[in-house]
């Protein structure tokens, strides 16, 4: 079946380090998404990327980054510089990065949460 | 610009009875609606979409949305409540062409028995 597979579950990260999260897809889906979902919040974008190697920044971009370089994977690294990083991350992915966009769906992984050690 | 507001962060419901979930939007463009469900620890899934079709949209496990452009509502119903209906519920706008998704930031439905 196809899908989007986030890893780990869970991750910790310890104070001052990188952590880098994981999402795959096997849609052949051109569009992949970064929230980061905090109680009562709804979700916030971090990332998007419409096409390989290329990628821009939503409304909470700092203090992470990404890279885009297959169609199928979009890793998301937590960086030192984000001081606050305990949340639920969600990977997300739709058809047609271009023009309809807009129109379609995104489908979604079940989640990376990450705590402070 | 787009936003969405959702207008009650709980509502509460016995099994059986309607359910009615309410969401307000605002939009630059000709919007594309969406609801999707969370359970706890799990991704987002899709129960409808509207996309400028018929006004009445009919979702998955039995709910539906009806899009009202003069109320800009999209308000989710269901005739009657399953205890798995238990979930957070997110109302999503998108204003088209190369906009992005606004989460409307939930309602989480309690069923009680």
């Known amino acids: 079946d196809g899908g989007i597979t986030q890893s780990p579950k869970y991750l910790f990260r310890k104070e001052g380090q990188n952590v880098t999260l994981s999402c795959e897809q096997n849609l052949n889906h051109d569009a992949m998404y970064w929230y980061r979902q905090d109680p009562g919040q709804g979700l916030r974008l971090i990332y998007y990327s419409h096409i390989v190697n290329d990628f821009q920044k939503g409304d909470i971009a700092e203090g992470y980054s990404v890279s885009r370089e297959k169609k199928e994977s979009f890793p998301l690294t937590v960086t030192s510089a984000q001081k606050n990083p305990t949340a639920f991350y969600l990977c997300?992915?739709?058809?047609?990065?271009?023009?309809?966009?807009?129109?379609?769906?995104?489908?979604f992984g079940d989640g990376t949460r990450l705590s402070i050690l | 610009a787009q936003s969405v507001t959702q207008l009650d962060s709980h509502v509460s419901v016995s099994e059986g009875t309607p359910v009615l979930l309410r969401c307000n939007y605002s939009s630059s463009y000709s919007p594309s609606l969406f609801w999707y469900v969370q359970h706890p620890n799990k991704g987002l899934q899709l129960l409808l979409k509207?996309?400028?079709?018929?006004?009445l949209v009919k979702g998955i496990n039995g709910f539906e949305a009806e899009f009202k452009k003069s109320e800009t509502s999209f308000h989710l119903t269901k005739p009657s409540a399953h205890m798995s209906d238990a979930a957070e519920y997110f109302c999503v706008v998108s204003g088209g062409g190369y906009s992005t998704l606004t989460f409307g930031k939930g309602t989480m439905l309690l069923v009680s028995p």
């Open positions: 997300a992915s739709s058809i047609q990065a271009v023009r309809e966009r807009g129109n379609q769906p995104q489908h």
């Open positions: 509207y996309t400028s079709a018929a006004t």
